[in-house]
């Protein structure tokens, strides 16, 4: 299964650890964070405790505000991604992300929530 992070920071990177430890066949896909240094740390860091299951390369790794948007459109039907920015910016990558999927598999439950459900 393709795991991407968006959001490398220790939140994410730890977020990304716990998807990598599961049994199930997990791979990290693509990240994005809005600063390259994070980023790169969170990758050197993931691939020293996962490196058969950490894959990527630098077309996969985004950087900058719209990075969010190029991870998701990486990923495969069926994949995850991990949303660990700050919380003001998840709204607009959730509704992104049902954009491209138009699919729903949450409740709304948040204000957050009730904007990302209106995607579809």
């Given at each position: 299964m393709k795991v991407a992070l968006i959001g490398c920071g220790g939140r994410g990177s730890g977020a990304a650890a716990q998807a990598l430890s599961t049994n199930g066949p997990t791979?990290?896909?693509?990240?994005?964070?809005?600063?390259e240094p994070r980023l790169k740390g969170s990758l050197?860091?993931?691939?020293?405790?996962?490196?058969?299951?950490?894959?990527?390369?630098?077309?996969?790794?985004?950087?900058?505000?719209?990075?969010?948007?190029?991870?998701?459109?990486?990923?495969?039907?069926?994949?995850?991604?991990?949303?660990?920015?700050?919380?003001a910016f998840r709204p607009i990558h959730l509704e992104y992300a049902s954009r491209r999927a138009c699919t729903s598999s949450w409740r709304n439950r948040s204000p957050?929530?009730?904007?990302?459900?209106?995607a579809c």
């Open positions: 791979r990290l896909w693509a990240m994005a964070d809005f600063f050197g860091q993931l691939k020293e405790r996962f490196a058969s299951q950490v894959d990527v390369p630098p077309d996969r790794q985004f950087t900058g505000l719209d990075g969010y948007k190029r991870v998701i459109d990486s990923l495969d039907k069926g994949s995850v991604v991990l949303l660990a920015t700050p919380p957050s929530m009730r904007r990302a459900s209106g």
